[in-house]
């Protein structure tokens, strides 16, 4: 089963930031957090890694609460080409993904 | 070198056929992956290799069966499969805890 709890789909208009949570309350201590970013008939591409407070790259910023239970990717100012399946995974033994959040980005 | 490459892109089957996937990575990776994954469904992980031996087989049929015949190659041989096996199959390789690189994937279909 996986461990992670993510919404199934968001929308968004071109322009806006787009938050996308992620439920992890079984996290263990040395648990990293990764977000994976998927377009149709190819395959998931890393975007953001992290372990606690706020990470951030060209691409997104990752925020980690105290708690570690729940994880938050932040795309600043999504385009089109934006719309695609994410998902996050915890761990690096367990390569198990869950059913991630389908963004859908309109103009 | 920073890809993981899978051959071929695209493959169709008959039920009675035998074929093969294949992955490689030069990145010097220890761990490969096998997944399948159905149309809007997420991956589904299938096979994990770690330093060359198969670790994790989640209970995937015998018809595909799983090689690592070196560090930066993986192999699935396909046999007898059924139009249901009808999929995306993705290979993926990762050092530790630093991420995963994902291949582009094998789109196979099975008649």
């Known amino acids: 089963l996986a461990k992670t709890t993510q919404p199934i789909s968001m929308d968004s208009y071109e322009g806006q930031e787009v938050n996308i949570t992620c439920s992890h309350n079984?996290?263990?201590?040395?648990?990293?957090i990764t977000w994976y970013q998927q377009f149709p008939s190819q395959g998931p591409r890393f975007i953001i890694q992290?372990?606690?407070t706020k990470v951030t790259n060209e691409v997104a910023s990752l925020f980690i609460p105290a708690d570690r239970k729940s994880s938050t990717l932040s795309l600043p100012r999504v385009s089109l080409s934006d719309t695609a399946v994410y998902y996050c995974?915890?761990?690096?033994?367990?390569?198990?993904f869950g059913a991630g959040t389908r963004l859908t980005v309109k103009p | 070198d920073t890809e993981v490459t899978q051959t071929p892109k695209h493959l169709v089957m008959g039920m009675t056929n035998k074929k093969s996937l294949k992955c490689e990575q030069h990145?010097?990776?220890?761990?490969m992956y096998w997944y399948k994954q159905k149309a809007k469904k997420p991956p589904e992980l299938m096979f994990v290799?770690?330093?060359?031996?198969?670790?994790i087989n989640e209970s995937v049929p015998s018809r595909f069966s799983p090689e690592c015949p070196n560090s930066s190659l993986l192999n699935l041989h396909l046999h007898a499969l059924q139009p249901e096996d009808s999929a995306l199959y993705l290979c993926?390789?990762?050092?530790?805890?630093?991420?995963?690189?994902f291949g582009s994937g094998t789109r196979l279909t099975v008649v």
């Open positions: 993926a390789s990762s050092q530790e805890a630093y991420g995963y690189t």
């Open positions: 079984n996290i263990a201590t040395n648990d990293y």
């Open positions: 992290g372990y606690k």
């Open positions: 995974l915890v761990g690096e033994d367990d390569m198990r």
């Open positions: 990145m010097g990776h220890r761990a």
């Open positions: 290799y770690s330093y060359e031996k198969l670790s």
